[in-house]
């Protein structure tokens, strides 16, 4: 069944939007926003219960884990274990900016985020207002594009509330993201690293990248 509630929509502009951003997610609630990629959905990283409910309002498979953003790779220890060369040396080439990293998970990291996996798959985006609603939140949000599951990113406002209003508490408006593709996705935790979603930042950039460790 899916849960009813109120949803606010408000501009990014707004003086107090990122206060009452930070009092909804700390409530439990959920609060959709702009990023570099596509409009995202978030919830506090380290409440279980706010994380399941980004499962149950976009019908998200159980089996797919939720991604963390970041405000800073800083963060990374926090989420993380054995946070390992090839991973600092991409974070500092590509964050801010559309790469997310698979990692073997830390244990403060739940197993409704990695959903019962033992990584976690963690972006610092490049978008100044998603940053700095991150870093007021604590520095790290459980967020996935907000959409219904198997439908289209969204990457405007008006698109997050054909999806989700009534399902979610806060929409915050910055206009049309400036990305609108789904971030690059590459795997840390095997024996070589893996591109497994194809984004913005080519499987090329990478390995170029990769190419400068001894």
């Given at each position: 069944?899916?849960?009813?509630?109120h949803t606010e929509v408000m501009p990014t502009t707004y003086a107090?939007?990122?206060?009452?951003?930070?009092?909804?997610?700390?409530?439990?609630?959920?609060?959709?926003?702009?990023?570099?990629?596509?409009?995202?959905?978030?919830?506090?990283?380290?409440?279980?219960?706010?994380?399941?409910?980004?499962?149950?309002?976009?019908?998200?498979?159980?089996?797919?884990a939720i991604p963390v953003l970041i405000d800073s790779a800083a963060?990374?220890?926090?989420?993380?274990?054995?946070?390992?060369?090839?991973?600092?040396?991409?974070?500092?080439?590509?964050?801010?900016?559309?790469?997310?990293?698979?990692?073997?998970?830390?244990?403060?990291?739940?197993?409704?985020?990695?959903?019962?996996?033992?990584?976690?798959?963690?972006?610092?985006?490049?978008?100044?207002?998603?940053?700095?609603?991150?870093?007021?939140?604590?520095?790290?949000?459980?967020?996935?594009?907000?959409?219904?599951?198997?439908?289209?990113?969204?990457?405007?406002?008006?698109?997050?509330?054909?999806?989700?209003?009534?399902?979610?508490?806060?929409?915050?408006?910055?206009?049309?993201?400036?990305?609108?593709?789904?971030?690059?996705?590459?795997?840390?935790?095997?024996?070589?690293?893996?591109?497994?979603?194809?984004?913005?930042?080519?499987?090329?950039?990478?390995?170029?990248?990769?190419?400068?460790?001894?």
């Open positions: 069944m899916r849960e009813k509630t107090r939007a990122i206060d009452d951003a930070v009092w909804v997610l700390k409530q439990g609630g959920l609060v959709a926003f702009p990023t570099d990629t596509v409009y995202g959905v978030g919830a506090q990283a380290f409440s279980p219960q706010a994380v399941e409910r980004i499962y149950r309002v976009k019908g998200r498979p159980r089996s797919k963060h990374l220890p926090d989420l993380a274990e054995n946070v390992d060369p090839e991973a600092w040396l991409l974070a500092e080439r590509f964050w801010p900016g559309p790469l997310t990293i698979i990692l073997p998970r830390g244990s403060r990291v739940s197993d409704v985020v990695t959903a019962g996996g033992p990584s976690v798959a963690v972006r610092v985006p490049d978008h100044e207002f998603a940053l700095r609603l991150i870093g007021a939140a604590g520095g790290a949000l459980a967020a996935t594009s907000a959409n219904l599951s198997g439908h289209p990113d969204p990457v405007t406002a008006e698109e997050v509330l054909g999806y989700l209003e009534g399902r979610i508490d806060l929409i915050l408006d910055g206009g049309p993201c400036p990305g609108g593709q789904a971030s690059t996705v590459i795997d840390l935790t095997g024996v070589s690293p893996i591109v497994v979603r194809p984004g913005p930042i080519s499987q090329q950039e990478l390995e170029e990248e990769l190419a400068r460790l001894p």
